[in-house]
């Protein structure tokens, strides 16, 4: 048995189908409700395919995001899917910024920048309590370079001193760049492999990626994007919502309202808490000028197409319920297991169990062979959360 029979139970779905009906609505809100599991995964997965529109998904935590994120990688393909973290502790505290996150963050406006083609954007409330640069800002601090293009090596030398590259021997991390004769390493930003640029006199010869643990070349591609740490909150480049960096024709999707809101309000007092404690001999931003609270965000969703994935109904919204439910716990219990799949049979239902591998596969088809009885059900080999 493969994905593909459930994938299809969903393709059929009249729900799926009342789903995309009110995405292709502008500036509206509808609630599903009800979603249990992988269930959420399935169900965005298939919509996606169907819509020429970007997707954000705003869960209550990241740990959650993160879930979701494997779900719908298995699903669509990483290609596809983007994950948007915060990118630092604690508000004013540079030197506790993530530089992998950075990574991440910086990558997802990049795509959004370049790329034409729709994507899903995973994220969580401390993600958008941040401010980005603006998309003017962003392009104004990004060097791009083509192959053949006329440049010099010592111009992009002296554009990462600029941007606060570290010149280093050995490039390991972002923020790194090193200078061997007509080569420059760099690692951007914007990319999750540096980049390799070697140059002809003053014209970019060839661009590659490369590998930072055996620092040998890796593939040849035609154009490269060098962009800084636009997360470093001591520059003074103006900043707005990541909402306001995103297209207006995006769907949003929300686990939980209310936490949201709570989440950003909760931030953005630790944030002001923060600045009054900041030396008063050095300037610095105002929290209003990096990060968001609830009320900001808040009005800033009335403007999109808006799914809240809540349990419970409020207001006058469209509601599209899946009567999902969480499969019966039966705590390693095998006998209470193999009644509860049997109930279900009765019940008319196909039962399906996910294993991660064909071992654990093999495990339970040899655990119900034991058993007295005849046991309903079917194995599909795939990892879901």
């Given amino acids: 048995m493969s994905k593909q029979e459930i994938v299809n139970q969903y393709q059929k779905s009249v729900k799926v189908t009342q789903i995309l009906t009110q995405i292709q609505q502008d500036q509206n809100h509808f609630q599903i409700t009800n979603m249990v599991g992988s269930s959420l995964s399935f169900v965005i997965s298939e919509t996606f395919k169907k819509v020429d529109k970007t997707y954000l998904l705003i869960l209550n935590d990241k740990e959650e995001a993160a879930y979701l994120l494997n779900d719908l990688e298995q699903l669509l393909g990483d ?3 983007l994950f948007y ?21 910086s990558e997802v406006l990049n795509r959004i920048n370049s790329r034409k083609k729709p994507t899903i954007i995973v994220t969580y409330p401390e993600a958008l309590f941040e401010k980005v640069v603006t998309k ?8 791009k370079l083509s192959v053949t293009e006329n440049v010099s090596l010592d111009f992009v030398n002296e554009v990462l001193f600029e941007y606060n590259f570290n010149r280093v021997d050995f490039v390991t991390e972002p923020g790194d760049f090193s200078v061997r004769g007509g080569i420059i390493d760099v690692f951007s930003f914007s990319n ?14 060839s661009i590659r990626t490369f590998d930072i643990e055996t620092q040998l070349s890796k593939e040849k591609i035609r154009k490269a994007s060098i962009m800084p740490n636009v997360e470093n909150k001591t520059l003074q480049e103006k900043r707005e919502s990541f ?3 995103i297209s207006s024709k995006t769907v949003i999707f929300t686990k939980n309202n209310d936490l949201l809101i709570g989440k ?36 800033q969703l009335s403007e999109f197409t808006v799914a809240s994935l ?13 009567i999902t439910k969480a499969q019966p716990s039966s705590n390693k219990q095998f006998d209470l297991l193999i009644e ?46």
């Fill in 136 to 143: 003017k800002e962003l392009e104004r601090n990004t060097l």
């Fill in 79 to 81: 290609k596809n899917v």
């Fill in 192 to 205: 999750d492999e540096p980049y390799r640029i070697e140059f002809f006199g003053d014209e970019v010869d």
């Fill in 243 to 245: 909402l306001k960096y």
């Fill in 340 to 385: 509860n799949l049997n109930d279900y049979h009765t019940k008319g239902f196909t039962n399906y169990i996910f294993c991660a591998n064909e071992q654990q596969a093999q495990r339970f088809h040899d655990i119900f062979e034991d058993a007295k009885e005849e046991v309903h059900y079917q194995t599909i080999v795939f990892s879901l959360y």
């Fill in 85 to 105: 973290p915060g990118s630092y502790r604690r508000p004013y505290q540079i030197d506790e910024t993530d530089n992998a996150n950075v990574l991440l963050r």
């Fill in 264 to 299: 950003l309000d909760k931030l953005f007092a630790k944030a002001e808490d923060a600045f009054r404690e900041l030396s008063k001999e050095l300037s610095h931003s105002k929290p209003a000028d990096l990060f968001c609270n609830g009320d900001f965000i808040k009005n």
């Fill in 310 to 322: 809540e349990s419970y109904t409020y207001g006058n919204k469209p509601i599209i319920d899946f």
